[in-house]
């Protein structure tokens, strides 16, 4: 199974470019409602997800930080406490599940290291549920069978 069938498109990825502030991560985490961020540097590699919690440790550690002037911190300049490993376009199945395991999407990138979208764990967990419902038809459409001959 190819994994661009898993893939949301990075025009449907909510990131941030590197060289964005703090504030421009904490709204636009509010508005979406996300709990992280995905952040690309400027020709487009993925290089790290910033999280509410990479916010709050920023917020605590710096005296004087307040919101109105979160403009003044860029995100390249914050500690990333989390890493969302990214893979490959062209990876197996299973380094996607290896990874889903521990997070809650997986960046996908191309062969150049290009940011090209996410596949998100829920989708991993439909294809799996749907692959277990499929194999459990098939044992009882055979045992069927079986108990007619």
Request: proline share 3%; aromatic share 8%.
């Amino acid at each position: 199974m190819n994994i661009a069938f898993f893939l949301t498109p990075k025009k449907d990825v909510i990131y941030l470019k590197s060289n964005s502030t703090m504030r421009q991560a904490l709204e636009k985490m509010e508005f979406h409602g996300y709990s992280a961020v995905l952040i690309v540097d400027s020709k487009g590699h993925y290089i790290g997800t910033l999280t509410e919690g990479d916010l709050l440790w920023k917020l605590k550690n710096t005296p004087n930080l307040t919101f109105e002037n979160t403009e003044k911190i860029r995100i390249d300049e914050i500690q990333q406490h989390t890493q969302n490993t990214p893979v490959s376009i062209n990876a197996k199945i299973n380094d996607l599940i290896s990874r889903a395991i521990h997070q809650n999407f997986v960046p996908v990138t191309d062969d150049q290291g290009v940011f090209i979208g996410i596949v998100r764990r829920r989708e991993i967990i439909l294809y799996c549920a749907k692959l277990l419902d499929d194999q459990e038809n098939d044992i009882l459409n055979l045992a069927n069978k079986a108990t007619r001959n």
